[in-house]
């Protein structure tokens, strides 16, 4: 267990530990995708999510919000997967309260927010894990989240659960500026990815673009379009 969680740890961060390779280089291109898609209508707040389990949603999620930290932006990430949460391994916090906190009204939006060790970089954790995700993240005191904490940040970043298998992206999604698919090459099946682009399509999702994710490699398969 410790150490699985070790390994996640470094290998997650490949903005920070390994800045100049590829892999880093692709999510810097991402970024640039993103801003300049943004012309006519800034892409501010970006749900991170993908058709299954396992195909790089969170590692995604943390290294864009990482790139726009590193060029100057004023970061929140934000870990809307209540189910699995995996955000605050890879900055070694803890996940004692966070979102769902907040979301059933325990906690004020203040007491949730998480500093990360790199300045304007902070991080909402999921919180205690609660037995009706959905009906949280649908809930009127989500948007009320996501209103309140793009007035603080320049960016803010949601990783989440995978489409086909919950409807919480979906609910994220189609209150967001826009939503990036990540696709596993070789783990996703065709049929699934359109799938999951149907589902956020029909939600009202703005699919602003597709993250390959190379299953071994992802030094060389991480591109945008
Ligand atoms: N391209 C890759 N190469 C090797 N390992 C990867 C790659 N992308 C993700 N991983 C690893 O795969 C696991 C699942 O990634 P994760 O981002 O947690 O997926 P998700 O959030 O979609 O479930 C993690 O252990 C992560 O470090
Ligand atoms: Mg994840």
């Given at each position: 267990?410790?150490?699985?969680?070790?390994?996640?740890?470094?290998?997650?961060?490949?903005?920070?530990?390994?800045?100049?390779?590829?892999?880093?280089?692709?999510?810097?291109?991402?970024?640039?995708?993103?801003?300049?898609?943004?012309?006519?209508?800034?892409?501010?707040?970006?749900?991170?999510?993908?058709?299954?389990?396992?195909?790089?949603?969170?590692?995604?999620?943390?290294?864009?919000?990482?790139?726009?930290?590193?060029?100057?932006?004023?970061?929140?990430?934000?870990?809307?997967?209540?189910?699995?949460?995996?955000?605050h391994h890879a900055f070694r916090l803890e996940n004692h309260v966070g979102l769902s906190n907040y979301l059933i009204g325990q906690k004020?939006?203040?007491?949730?927010?998480?500093?990360?060790?790199?300045?304007?970089?902070d991080l909402i954790t999921s919180g205690i894990i609660p037995p009706n995700p959905a009906e949280l993240l649908g809930s009127r005191q989500?948007?009320?989240?996501?209103?309140?904490?793009?007035?603080?940040?320049?960016?803010?970043?949601?990783?989440?659960?995978?489409?086909?298998?919950?409807?919480?992206?979906?609910?994220?999604?189609?209150?967001?500026?826009?939503?990036?698919?990540?696709?596993?090459?070789?783990?996703?099946?065709?049929?699934?990815?359109?799938?999951?682009?149907?589902?956020?399509?029909?939600?009202?999702?703005?699919?602003?673009?597709?993250?390959?994710?190379?299953?071994?490699?992802?030094?060389?398969?991480?591109?945008?379009?």
């Amino acid at each position: 267990m410790r150490r699985k969680r070790k390994k996640l740890e470094r290998g997650t961060l490949i903005t920070i530990e390994r800045n100049n390779t590829i892999a880093a280089e692709q999510f810097r291109s991402i970024r640039s995708n993103i801003n300049f898609a943004s012309v006519d209508r800034r892409l501010r707040s970006i749900v991170v999510t993908s058709s299954s389990a396992g195909d790089g949603k969170t590692m995604t999620a943390t290294n864009l919000a990482i790139v726009f930290n590193q060029e100057g932006k004023k970061v929140l990430l934000v870990d809307a997967d209540l189910r699995r949460p995996k955000v605050h391994h890879a900055f070694r916090l803890e996940n004692h309260v966070g979102l769902s906190n907040y979301l059933i009204g325990q906690k004020a939006l203040e007491d949730i927010i998480m500093r990360t060790y790199r300045p304007d970089l902070d991080l909402i954790t999921s919180g205690i894990i609660p037995p009706n995700p959905a009906e949280l993240l649908g809930s009127r005191q989500m948007s009320i989240f996501i209103s309140q904490v793009m007035n603080l940040y320049d960016v803010v970043i949601f990783d989440t659960p995978p489409v086909l298998v919950v409807t919480d992206s979906t609910l994220i999604a189609n209150q967001c500026d826009g939503t990036l698919l990540v696709v596993r090459a070789k783990k996703n099946e065709v049929k699934d990815v359109k799938k999951a682009k149907e589902q956020l399509s029909f939600a009202g999702a703005n699919l602003i673009g597709a993250v390959f994710n190379g299953k071994k490699q992802l030094k060389k398969n991480l591109y945008y379009y």
